[in-house]
């Protein structure tokens, strides 16, 4: 016979294509993923997997069964949310990433009050600026800007945000404001690392993609701002994380629409069966309340 235990760790290496990988999103070594999903398929006489050495794909019974079970076992989350809605207090440790400026423009204010209303939950915060494996950095949620691409994940959008050229009005002063693409690549950039092959739109709305010239480059979001800000040099940034700056104007926009496909809305997304369910769902609220 199976458990639940055993079902949640087939989803999670259906998931994440991997046993290695799938264990991570269980907590439990690869030697238990591996020994629940043999289990599984002893008790089912079936095989789930098409298994080579690099990846693992679900047979056709497979996909049917990790269909079926995702659905239940969502279902079973949610009965467990509803059940413990009226049971003591949350405890536990829930693990978070995003990007800098979230963290510290957004989360971090707001944050005390949370921690009042739930003092036994503990946080912990990567904020990092690249792209952050769920699974495979053993995170529970995440706080994501721009296109997701991930369509394992249960993704809920904050808030509708764009990226926009800044710079601050000193820097516009010494070089004066850039009238084309031409001009605004040539002129000095502070850059995150892999900013400096930006995107651009044209007279006639395609796309042109430039190099820019990166004068500075630094590795996080917020000492980025404080660069454009000290008037380093242009800068791509969220609309949303400079929108203090903008508002005071010790920044201003630089050549509106030149960017190719700017949206970069916030979205929450967490796996499907979040490992700590009703601290991910309080985060989740949290948040949420924050972008409104």
Known sequence: MYSIEDLRTFVAIAEAQGVTAGAMRVAVSPATASHR?????????????????????????GQVFFDRTRSILADLAQAERDAGSRSAQLTGHLRVTMSPWILSR??????PGLQREHPKVTFEFLAVDRFVSLSAEGMDCAIRVGQLTDSALVAKKLSDNDRIICAAPSFLTRHSTPKNTSEIVDLPWACLPWQTRIAFSDAKKRRRDATVRASVLVSNSDTLTDAVVGGIGLAVKSRLAIKDELADG?????????????????????????????????FGDFVTSLFQ
């Open 37 to 61: 999903l043999s289990k599984l398929e002893r008790a089912l006489k079936l095989t789930l997997f098409h298994r080579n050495s690099r990846t693992m794909k679900l047979t056709d019974e």
């Open 106 to 111: 957004f989360v971090l204010p707001a944050l």
């Open 250 to 282: 010790r920044l201003v926009e630089v050549a509106p629409g030149s960017l190719w496909r700017p949206d970069a809305p916030i979205w929450f997304v967490y796996p499907p069966e979040a490992r700590s369910a009703k601290k991910t769902e309080l």
